[in-house]
């Protein structure tokens, strides 16, 4: 099982990214989350979305400002990221769940791609 995480970069407090999680079929009926992480800190849960798109989850400091989609005809999941703030700073990664429906904790994913570093300056 693979997973790549694309779509990072720098971008200004108040801009806009738009992150990319491709997975093969094997995935495809799992679900996938993204977290991020910050040198020192642990991983910290960002967005999760199940099999089918049909059920999303968000940390509370990013509600309203990021939203997670699913295209299933390409396996991929999305993050589009928008009034982001310099404390968004951190290297993203996106997972596979164990199950149909992915949570917020780190337990709950088994397979991890690589991740993407998202820089916002202020």
């Known amino acids: 099982v693979q997973l790549q995480a694309s779509g990072g970069g720098l971008v200004q407090t108040g801009g806009s990214l738009r992150l990319s999680c491709a997975f093969g079929?094997?995935?495809?009926?799992?679900?996938i989350g993204w977290f991020r992480q910050t040198p020192g800190k642990e991983r910290e849960f960002v967005a999760t979305?199940?099999?089918?798109?049909?059920?999303?989850n968000y940390a509370e400091a990013v509600k309203g400002r990021f939203t997670i989609s699913r295209d299933r005809a390409k396996n991929t999941v999305a993050l589009q990221m928008n009034s982001l703030k310099v404390e968004d700073t951190a290297v993203y990664s996106c997972?596979?769940?164990?199950?149909?429906?992915?949570?917020?904790?780190?337990?709950?994913?088994?397979?991890w791609g690589q991740g993407t570093q998202v820089t916002v300056s202020s």
């Open positions: 997972a596979q769940s164990r199950g149909a429906v992915g949570g917020s904790q780190v337990s709950q994913y088994t397979y």
């Open positions: 979305i199940s099999w089918n798109g049909g059920v999303t």
């Open positions: 079929r094997t995935s495809s009926n799992n679900g």
